[in-house]
């Protein structure tokens, strides 16, 4: 099978790892894949390096601003879906899906794009060619396309949760040696419980409302890791947070490290996960954290409450209810976290193991691929 992915992603971040997990387990299920990004993008090293041939146009060009350009635009993308005589197109969001659409309708090839970010009438604009297959990351997700969408415009919709890479299994010792040396990487206190927080530093992500909590907290011997950048020219929301630390006196106390590779090192570093957004389509975070042995608390917003079991894997907490949030907060600091984080792992192997999720994408396309061909003849 003869697939061509597509995606903008103009930095890595959970939409682009997700891709990234698919195209490394593409040949469990025989998946021949080529990608297709914006021009600049950082996932074109990382093709490179990982032998996933690769091709860059500029997935960002439309017919009705630069007539001429995309013309151009959709050549090239038509000499690099013949030569490799491919059979799908993927996009990996919404957002890189009109650049690919047009071409893959008058080449008649089977047109599938990822859900993976929020959903409303306005996304009806970008689907106006027709799509063959909706792909959404969590059943909230899946709702928002049926609510939303119309229906003329979309063959199917199914819904998988994200894969993450899950590493061997480790024990307790060894797992007391990585928190260790995770922690003296970063600077962090050992006698500190250790909050976590991971990604973009949005408003949307909701670290203002984390920063709150735990302002609140009359345990006071806790430290806050954060990791990732904001990535608004001039970084005014990271300005703002950091603000809100200097008000409340937790300078001393929180930590910024930037945008990290290695997502594992951070949540060996950390006793729990927190993600405290005020909208989300499904959430990665506690899905990667699970499978580091981390416990995780969110918000119950969007498809986060579908990456968490409340009270056995994590905790979930309602959005801008700051005295209910540090009460969990408090409370999780006197837990033994180790049974938690067992369970958060059991449980991300069950639903996010990325050999299970890729036989299962197959299987879409297949089906998918059949009612196309029969539609044709």
Known sequence: MRIAYVALAPFISGSERSLQTILRHCELVNIQPIL???????????????GIENYTCDL????????????QTNWQLFKIFRRHNVQIIHSNQLWSYPAVASVA????????????DPVDEHCNWWLKSGLDLAVGVSRHTSDQLVQSINPDLIGNIETIINPVSIGAAIDSVEQARLTR?????????????????????????????????????????????????????????LKHCKLLIEKYGLTDQVIFVGFIENTAEFYQAIDVVTMFSREEPLGRVPLEAGASYCPSVATRVGGLPETIVDGKTGWLVDVEDTKGQARVLENIMSLELSTFGLQAREWVESVADPENYIRRLYALYQHALERFNAKKQ
Not at 37 to 47: C, I, K, R
Not at 105 to 116: A, D, G, N, Q, T
Not at 212 to 228: C, T
């Open 105 to 116: 309708k008058w080449m008649k090839l089977l047109r599938v794009c990822h859900f993976r």
């Open 36 to 50: 297709i990004t914006h021009l600049g993008s950082p996932l074109v090293d990382w093709a490179t390096k990982h």
């Open 60 to 71: 960002k060009v439309t017919g009705v601003s630069q007539p001429l350009k995309w013309v």
């Open 181 to 237: 040396s995770s922690k003296t990487k970063f600077g962090l206190k050992f006698d500190y419980f250790t909050f976590g927080f991971i990604g973009q530093i949005a408003e949307v992500k909701g670290l203002d409302l984390l920063i709150e909590s735990l302002s609140i907290l009359s345990h006071k011997r806790w430290q806050l890791l954060v990791a990732g950048k904001d990535p608004v020219d001039g970084q005014p929301y």
